[in-house]
Nanobody
Framework: QVQLVESGGGLVQAGGSLRLSCAASGRTFGMYTMGWFRQGPGKEREFVAAISGSGVSTDYDDSVKGRFTISRDNAKNMVYLQMISLKPEDTAVYYC??????????????????WGRGTQVTVSS
């Protein structure tokens, strides 16, 4: 069982930055592919970024590539999402998720086994 708790959300002006954190429980954290997803008002939950268990591989949705950076610290059971050059369309609840299946399914919501409760990010124009 893995429990995930996100933090770091808030209100920021367009062009600003935020760093989201996700704290995970469990002794096998390094075996999980970790992902960040988001759900904007009236929208479906969508993939943002993912990182492999070792941290060597990362993947980003085109909408955030070059602006967001995902990282992890397996010694601390933490995953981060550094967000810069934020835009109003980045406004959403951001969720951290973990899956054991493997890297090939990193973009598929239904393949994630564990989810956090989310943290709100609001970008004002």
């Amino acid at each position: 069982q893995v429990q995930l708790v996100e933090s770091g959300g808030g209100l920021v002006q367009a062009g600003g930055s935020l760093r989201l954190s996700c704290a995970a429980s469990g002794r096998t954290f390094g075996m999980y592919t970790m992902g960040w997803f988001r759900q904007g008002p009236g929208k479906e939950r969508e993939f943002v970024a993912a990182i492999s268990g070792s941290g060597v591989s990362t993947d980003y949705d085109d909408s955030v590539k070059g602006r967001f950076t995902i990282s992890r610290d397996n010694a601390k059971n933490m995953v981060y999402l550094q967000m810069i050059s934020l835009k109003p369309e980045d406004t959403a609840v951001y969720y951290c998720a973990a899956q054991r299946v493997g890297w090939s399914t990193r973009r598929y919501i239904n393949d994630y086994d564990y989810w956090g409760r989310g943290t709100q990010v609001t970008v004002s124009s």
